[in-house]
C-alpha cells in the first residue's frame, strides 16, 4: 500500500467520524429539546439511545490513529498515544458498536407497528429487552477484553481488540453482521 492511500486511510474516518457526530447530535437535540412529547414514544427513545451510543462511537473513530501509541513499531501516521489511550479508544468501540442492534431494533418496531399493528403499550416490553441486552452485551464483551487485555493497535487506523482472528470475529465481526441481516430483512 502507498504512502497516499495509508494517509487516506487515516483521514478518511476523521471525516467521516465527524460527520456522524454532527448527525447523530442534531437527532438527539431535536428529540430532547421536545422531550415531553416525544420521549413518550418507543420510537424516539430508541432514536435517541442510538443517536447517543453513535456519537461516542464516531468520536472514537473520528480520532482515528491518534490514540495508537507513538512508539508502535511501523506506527501509521500521525500516532500519539499511549496504551492507555489505545485502551480506551478500543473499549469505546467495543462497548458503544452495538449501536448497531438499535437499526435492527427500529426495524423491527416498524414491522410490528406498520405491517401487525401493534400499539406502544404492547411493544413497550420489547423495547426493555432490548436496553437490557444490548447493555449487558455491552458490558461483557467489553469488559471481558478490557479484564483479558486485548486492546491493542492491530489495525492500520485504530485500537481494537488484539489476538487471534477467532476471538476478534466471535466478539466483533460476527454479531456485527447478524445485527445487518435483521436490518437487511
Known amino acids: 500500500m502507498s504512502e497516499a492511500q495509508l494517509k487516506s486511510l487515516v483521514l478518511i474516518p476523521k471525516f467521516t467520524g465527524g460527520l456522524s457526530m ?7 437535540w431535536d428529540i430532547l429539546r421536545d422531550r415531553q412529547k416525544k420521549l413518550k414514544k ?71 407497528v406498520i405491517v401487525y399493528g401493534w400499539s406502544e403499550r404492547r411493544i413497550v416490553p420489547l423495547e426493555k429487552c432490548a436496553h437490557g441486552f444490548t447493555f449487558v452485551f455491552s458490558c461483557v464483551t467489553a469488559f471481558t477484553a478490557l479484564a483479558l487485555g486485548m486492546y491493542g493497535s492491530n489495525f492500520l487506523v485504530w485500537c481494537f481488540i488484539t489476538g487471534s482472528w477467532n476471538i476478534q470475529l466471535a466478539i466483533n465481526i460476527a454479531w456485527q453482521w447478524a445485527a445487518w441481516v435483521v436490518v437487511l430483512s
Open 22 to 28: 454532527i448527525g447523530s447530535s442534531i437527532v438527539c
Open 42 to 112: 418507543v420510537y424516539h427513545r430508541l432514536l435517541l439511545v442510538m443517536s447517543s451510543m453513535d456519537i461516542v462511537l464516531s468520536f472514537s473513530l473520528f480520532l482515528s490513529t491518534w490514540p495508537i501509541p507513538e512508539d508502535t513499531p511501523n506506527a501509521p501516521w500521525l500516532a500519539a498515544g499511549n496504551d492507555a489511550t489505545c485502551t480506551a479508544q478500543g473499549f469505546a468501540q467495543v462497548f458503544f458498536m452495538p449501536a448497531l442492534f438499535y437499526n435492527a431494533y427500529l426495524s423491527i418496531y416498524y414491522v410490528l
